[in-house]
C-alpha cells in the first residue's frame, strides 16, 4: 500500500499540465524555460511573502542544509544563493531535473538524490538544518519520516517542516461545504476522502492533516517544538472576504491558517 501511495505520488507530480497548475502558472509557459524559472519564483513569494524570514536563508550560509521535497527548486536556490552546502531529496525525477536546471543557469549547485523521506541516503548527525515545505503529510508513515529528519541532525540541529492544519478555516469551512451543502448527495465518503478535498482535491494520492497536538507528538524526540500557523487568504470568506481589514486577517491567519510550520531543535 505504500509503495502504490508514493508511486501515485511520482505520477501525480511528473505530469507536467498537474505541476503548472499547482504553481499557479499559465499552461503554455514551458517547465524550464527562463520564463517558467523567473514566474514560479514570484508566484511563490508572492502567495507566501512570509517564508525568507521564516526560513531565514542567508542564517544558513556555509551550514550542511538537507531540502526533503525540492519541488521546483525555488527555495533550494534560494539557500543556494545565501551560500549554504546543500542536498536535496525527491521522490519525482521531473522535479530533481527541474531544480537542477534552476541551479544551474545559476552556476550553483546541490547534492540532489531521488529517494524517499522514510529512508534518507545520509549518514547520522551530517546536517544543520532540514527543511521541508508541503511534503512529509504525503508519506505513507510520517513518523519515520520525522525520524529520519531526526537522524540526520546534528547535535543542536534544527528542522523546520510545514504540514497541514487541520484547525484551519480552510479544511472546516471547504469540508462543510462539501457534507452538508454541495455535494449533500455523496456523505458517505471517507473521512480521508474528505480530507484530501478539502485540501489539494479528489486527485491527490494522500493527504494527511494535523493539529498542534498531533505534530507535538511526531516531534516529541526534540529537545525544543515551536510552532507558527499561516496562510489565510480573502477567498476563505466569500462575500465579506474582500471587506476584512488587513489586520484582522492576519490575526486569524496566525490561529487558523491552513499552513502548520513545525520548528524543531534537537539536543
Not at 514551458?30 to 531565514?56: I, K, M, N, T, W
Request: proline residues 4%; glycine residues 8%; positive net charge.
Amino acid at each position: 500500500m505504500a509503495d502504490a501511495t508514493k508511486q501515485a505520488l511520482v505520477e501525480f507530480y511528473s505530469g507536467t499540465r498537474a505541476t503548472l497548475e499547482k504553481l499557479f502558472l499559465r499552461p503554455d509557459v514551458p517547465v524550464g524555460s527562463d520564463d517558467f524559472f523567473r514566474q514560479s519564483e514570484a508566484v511563490r513569494y508572492r502567495l507566501y511573502p512570509y517564508l525568507p524570514g521564516l526560513v531565514e536563508f542567508p542564517r544558513w550560509a556555509g551550514r550542511r542544509v538537507l531540502e526533503i521535497g525540492t519541488g521546483m527548486g525555488v527555495d533550494h536556490v534560494r539557500f543556494a544563493r545565501a551560500g549554504a552546502r546543500l542536498a536535496g531529496v525527491d521522490l519525482t525525477p521531473l522535479h530533481l531535473e527541474v531544480t537542477a536546471a534552476r541551479l544551474g543557469r545559476e552556476g550553483r549547485a546541490s547534492e540532489l538524490i531521488r529517494a524517499d523521506a522514510e529512508a534518507l541516503p545520509f549518514g547520522e548527525a551530517g546536517f544543520d538544518f532540514v527543511y521541508s515545505c508541503g511534503v512529509l503529510f504525503l508519506a505513507p508513515d510520517i513518523q519515520r519520516a520525522v525520524d529520519e529528519i531526526y537522524r540526520v541532525l546534528r547535535p543542536g540541529g534544527e528542522a523546520l517542516v510545514m504540514l497541514y492544519h487541520k484547525t484551519s478555516l480552510h479544511y472546516y469551512l471547504k469540508t462543510l461545504a462539501f457534507t452538508g451543502v454541495v455535494w449533500g448527495d455523496l456523505l458517505y465518503l471517507s473521512r480521508q476522502k474528505l480530507i484530501d478535498w478539502s485540501a489539494d482535491g479528489f486527485n491527490y494520492p494522500i493527504i494527511r492533516l494535523h493539529s498542534r497536538g498531533q505534530a507535538q507528538r511526531l516531534f516529541r524526540r526534540f529537545a525544543h517544538v515551536g510552532m507558527t500557523v499561516r496562510t489565510l487568504t480573502r477567498a476563505e470568506f466569500p462575500v465579506i472576504g474582500h471587506r476584512l481589514p488587513g489586520d484582522f486577517l492576519e490575526f486569524l491567519s496566525r490561529r487558523f491558517g491552513f499552513f502548520l510550520f513545525i520548528r524543531a531543535k534537537k539536543a
